[in-house]
Antibody, heavy 119, light 107 residues
Framework: QVQLQESGPGLVKPSQTLSLTCTVS??????????WTWIRQPAGKGLEWIGR??????NYNPSLKSRLTISVDTSKNWFSLRLTSVTAADTAMYYC????????????WGLGTMVTVSS | DIQMTQSPSTLSASVGDRVTITCRAS??????LAWYQQKPGKAPNLLIY???NLESGVPSRFSGSGSGTEFSLTISSLQPDDFATYYC?????????FGQGTRLEIK
């Protein structure tokens, strides 16, 4: 069973770049069985799909597309998120998750990592 | 973007009650609809996929139905562990979108 673990800085200054990684264990990121995804949730609010990557091809939420890059590192078995020019509106819990090709839903989630944008 | 609207936003119920949460899509999403349960401080957990398919390990008191633009999640007999927030989510087209959530609280 695939497991996911997010990692990254808990605090980022406004206008800087947020970088997060999601380490995959229990399976290969090259398996072709999953779409690798990022989702975020501001405190006390709902869920927002950020984007996903599959076999090197990425899809992004248009609201973030100009600032966002999602990539895969097969040598490290992880995928990453890079969000530039962050503001307080980017403060949230960030989750990595996988979309199963059978379910087309978020089957497996990481525990999440809290990111605060503040000077 | 496809807008997902859940109702009610908050639902008060008692253990043993049968409850239904509805989710409406702003355009047809066929059956590409999933339901999640989220407890405080935890990641969401998949309950139902493709509108009515029960995820492995999820109790059979949870069921989903619907197609097109109208969907529902039913819990047949509420258990203490079911008090949580529930989200619907469409995977018909990008960007994937979620409903605003329904908080199920103890009456």
């Amino acid at each position: 069973q695939v497991q996911l673990q997010e990692s990254g800085p808990g605090l980022v200054k406004p206008s800087q770049t947020l970088s997060l990684t999601c380490t995959v264990s229990g399976g290969s990121i090259n398996s072709g069985s999953y779409y690798w995804t990022w989702i975020r949730q501001p405190a006390g609010k709902g869920l927002e799909w950020i984007g996903r990557i599959f076999t090197g091809s990425a899809n992004y939420n248009p609201s973030l597309k100009s600032r966002l890059t999602i990539s895969v590192d097969t040598s490290k078995n992880w995928f990453s998120l890079r969000l530039t020019s962050v503001t307080a509106a980017d403060t949230a819990m960030y989750y990595c998750a996988v979309v199963g090709t059978t379910t087309n839903a978020f089957d497996i989630w990481g525990l999440g990592t809290m990111v605060t944008v503040s000077s | 973007d496809i807008q997902m609207t859940q109702s009610p936003s908050t639902l008060s119920a008692s253990v043993g009650d049968r409850v239904t949460i509805t989710c409406r899509a702003s355009q047809s999403i066929s059956r590409w609809l999933a339901w999640y349960q989220q407890k405080p401080g935890k990641a969401p957990n998949l309950l139902i996929y493709k509108a009515s398919n029960l995820e492995s390990g999820v109790p059979s008191r949870f069921s989903g139905s619907g197609s097109g633009t109208e969907f529902s999640l039913t819990i047949s007999s509420l258990q203490p562990d079911d008090f949580a927030t529930y989200y619907c989510q469409q995977s018909n087209s990008y960007p994937y979108t979620f409903g605003q959530g329904t908080r199920l609280e103890i009456k």
